[in-house]
């Protein structure tokens, strides 16, 4: 590299001095360049060559055109400034060097040092001062007004604006980071230059151009390149795009959502295109009938929105875009479909039919769409067939009641509609339980109920009055409630609840039965107001098998103590008869004397203060008490060890 320089130094002086020997009397020096920036101190030296003592007389000049102007002096060994624009910035350094304070881009000349030594020629040495500024950060301003591509001439791109460099920067554009070169009817740029009056030069390049639809994307920059002592810099603006107005070529209509549409969704119809800025939008609808093309209103920014669409939305409809700059028109047109099932119909409507029948159920439904359909049982949701027909046979009671034909469009997910049927089957009223009994207190007001199922529809009576609500339990049956107060006739007669309709009655018989709370095996939670289940959770129950004959009387038995006091009189009867027998007897046969008081405890008389006790078995478990009721039952129990006492008292 240093034998390269050298070779070429002497190369340059070789031709220098071949040219100095053309032209005699003119010495051709050739400049030492120095480069500074502004600011620096620069320092000029005379070359050390040339002897500088203090016999030597040193000047300094600078070039101006083709004159030498003195700026400095050295004579022995003392310097001093000449009169002028560096008078005050020179300085001495030590021989024939100077110091140039502050240089300036003005400062950018030849120095020339001469060295006039005593006995021998004047010797000089030029310097060619070079000064540099950095320019500030280049700024970039993209056009505001946007650029449309059907232009014929250069628009406006973007400015690009380098100030206070030195010497004049350059200015280079990029496209997506690719330098742009000047193009006939393409590109072009525009370059002005300011020199302020500290020298630096301010410079503003704007950037035309002819864009094209695909530069929409495209981002602009300016690079300011400049050189400093030592080497070559630039500085890079900021990107910036522009906006790009192009003409439509073709317009959309997008359906949303992209799937198959069912009644009740939410559909948009949405006019897209692709010019900018976008064009006049109008939605229109093809009428089914006269094929018309009816505009849309309610469209807001070219959607049209139907909240709820219905099968009356289905249909074909289009898009018209219309350019007003370019007068270009385009349409799109997209066929509407909105799925629907509707008009879910059984035949019969409303099948009536007897036990033991047979009945056919059929379904049918409209769609846009094939449809599948399924039957299920209303009260269970249980699936009983997929298709449209479903047969029942040997019809029971139980069979009655709500049936669901369930048609849906597997396609549509979500897409169904369910049609009941009630199915009577007709019959005479059932009632829950002929006969149930409830454990009440006295004068308590209780809830009597009564489920009858039936059809028609039966009418309920009650043996007693009261308030009475009914209310339908399902298709089928009804329950009849009672509101009473229990007084001692309810607890003896009983209640009975009596339905009927066309085909026959059937009635209920509640017996009420009285509770003796202070029994301590009694709960006093039971629930008297339940009805059919807790016949069997009577209060006896509770007391196992190992209750006594006392408390089994206490849990309210009237109706067996009535048949104990029956049998209890008849044995009375009895003896009596056999005691009047037994004294006529002795009275015929005279061993009975009469007034005679050995006999006088048999022969006083029975109602005065005798006892006749009576013993009688309960030969009943108390589980079966109610079941036993009434039917006067003898059945003996080897478990039953509670026994009666009956008082007979006249
Ligand atoms: C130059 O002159 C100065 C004073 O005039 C003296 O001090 C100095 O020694 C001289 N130098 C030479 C090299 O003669
Ligand atoms: C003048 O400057 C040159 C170059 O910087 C240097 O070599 C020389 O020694 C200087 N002369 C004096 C007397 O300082
Ligand atoms: C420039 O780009 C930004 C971000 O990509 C975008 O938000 C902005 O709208 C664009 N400006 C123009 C004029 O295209
Ligand atoms: C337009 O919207 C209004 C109010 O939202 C409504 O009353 C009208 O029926 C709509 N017209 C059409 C054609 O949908
Ligand atoms: C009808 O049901 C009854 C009782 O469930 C049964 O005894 C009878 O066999 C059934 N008849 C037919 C034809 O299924
Ligand atoms: C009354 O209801 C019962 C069911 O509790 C039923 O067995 C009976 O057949 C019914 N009587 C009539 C006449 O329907
Ligand atoms: C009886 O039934 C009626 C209506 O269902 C209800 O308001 C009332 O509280 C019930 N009475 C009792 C004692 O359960
Ligand atoms: C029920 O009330 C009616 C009219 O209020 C009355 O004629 C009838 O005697 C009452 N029956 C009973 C059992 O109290
Ligand atoms: C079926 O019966 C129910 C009452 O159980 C009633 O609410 C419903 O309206 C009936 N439906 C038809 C279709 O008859
Ligand atoms: C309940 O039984 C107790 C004895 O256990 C008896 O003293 C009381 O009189 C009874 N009450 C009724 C209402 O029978
Ligand atoms: C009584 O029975 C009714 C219905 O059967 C129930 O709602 C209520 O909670 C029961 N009361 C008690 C104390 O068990
Ligand atoms: C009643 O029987 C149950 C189970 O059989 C037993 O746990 C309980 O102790 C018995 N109660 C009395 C009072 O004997």
Not at 117 to 135: C, F, M, N, V
Request: net charge neutral.
């Amino acid at each position: 590299m240093d034998l390269t320089l050298l070779l070429c130094a002497l190369l340059l002086t070789a031709f220098c001095c071949r040219r100095s020997a053309g032209v005699p009397g003119e010495e051709e020096v050739i400049p030492e360049i120095l480069e500074f920036q502004v600011g620096d101190n620069a320092h000029l030296s005379c070359d050390s060559s040339l002897p500088t003592d203090n016999r030597s007389n040193v000047d300094w000049f600078f070039k101006h055109k083709d004159q030498l102007i003195p700026i400095f002096r050295v004579r022995q060994g003392q310097g001093q400034p000449d009169p002028g624009d560096y008078q005050h910035r020179l300085t001495l350094l030590g021989g024939a060097n100077l110091s140039l304070a502050h240089v300036t881009p003005r400062d950018e000349r030849i120095f020339i040092c001469q060295v006039k030594a005593i006995g021998s020629h004047t010797q000089e040495k030029h310097i060619q001062l070079r000064i540099y500024k950095a320019p500030k950060e280049p700024t970039i301003q993209a056009s505001t007004s946007g650029i449309s591509v059907t232009s014929k001439v250069l628009q406006e791109v973007a400015t690009c604006n380098g100030e206070d460099g030195y010497p004049l920067p350059h200015i280079t554009w990029y496209k997506n980071r690719t330098p742009l070169k000047e193009e006939k009817n393409r590109i072009r740029f525009t370059e002005s230059r300011t020199k302020e009056s500290s020298g630096l030069y301010t410079v503003r390049s704007t950037l035309w151009a002819q864009l094209d639809k695909e530069d929409k994307e495209a981002l602009f920059y300016c690079e300011l390149s400049y050189r400093l002592p030592g080497g070559d810099h630039m500085k890079e603006s900021k990107e910036v795009n522009v906006t790009i107005y192009y003409p439509m070529e073709k317009v959309w209509l997008e359906v949303m959502p992209n799937r198959l549409l069912k009644e009740g969704d939410k559909v948009e119809l949405k006019c897209l295109s692709d010019g900018n800025p976008p064009p006049d939008f109008t939605i229109r609808k093809q009428d089914p009938s006269s094929h018309d093309w009816l505009e849309v209103e309610n469209t807001s920014d070219a959607v049209l929105v139907l909240e709820q669409a219905n099968r009356h939305h289905s249909g074909l409809y289009e898009c018209l875009g219309l350019d007003f700059e370019t007068g270009m028109e385009a349409i799109d047109q997209q066929q509407l479909l909105v799925n629907y099932v509707s008009n879910v119909q059984v035949q019969p409507r409303a099948p009536v039919t007897f036990e033991g029948n047979s009945l056919k159920l059929n379904c049918s439904a409209e769609s846009s769409q094939p449809v599948v359909f399924q039957w299920k049982r209303e009260k269970t949701g249980e699936v009983l067939k997929n298709g449209s027909v479903l047969h029942l046979t040997n019809l029971t009671r139980e069979a009655g009641g709500g049936y669901l034909c369930v048609a849906s469009v597997p396609k549509v997910p979500g897409l169904k509609h369910t049609q009941l049927v009630n199915v009577t089957i007709n019959g005479s009223p059932w009632v829950m339980a002929k006969e149930r009994h409830m454990w009440v207190k006295e004068n308590e007001v209780v809830n009597l109920t009564c489920e009858i199922s039936g059809k028609p529809r039966p009418t309920i009576s009650w043996s007693v009055n009261g308030t009475v609500y009914e209310h339908d339990k399902d298709f089928q049956s009804i329950l009849s409630t009672l509101k009473v107060q229990v007084i001692p006739e309810l607890l003896e007669k009983g209640v009975v609840c009596q339905a009927s309709n066309s085909l026959g009655s059937n009635k209920t018989t509640i017996l009420l039965e009285l509770v003796n709370l202070t029994t301590p095996t009694v709960t006093t939670t039971e629930n008297t107001t339940s009805s059919h289940g807790t016949t069997t959770n009577s209060p006896s129950a509770k007391a196992n098998g190992t209750s006594t004959g006392d408390q089994v009387k206490k849990a309210g038995t009237r109706q067996e103590s009535k048949g104990v006091v029956i049998v209890a009189v008849i044995v009375c009867i009895l003896l009596l008869a056999v005691l009047g027998a037994v004294l006529y007897f002795l009275y015929k046969k005279g061993k009975m004397p009469c007034g005679r008081s050995g006999k006088q405890e048999i022969t006083l008389p029975l109602a005065r203060k005798n006892e006749i006790v009576v013993e009688v078995k309960s030969d009943k478990l108390p589980e079966e008490m109610g079941l036993l009721q009434g039917s006067n039952g003898d059945k003996r129990s080897p478990r039953d060890q509670g026994e009666k006492y009956i008082d007979l008292r006249h």
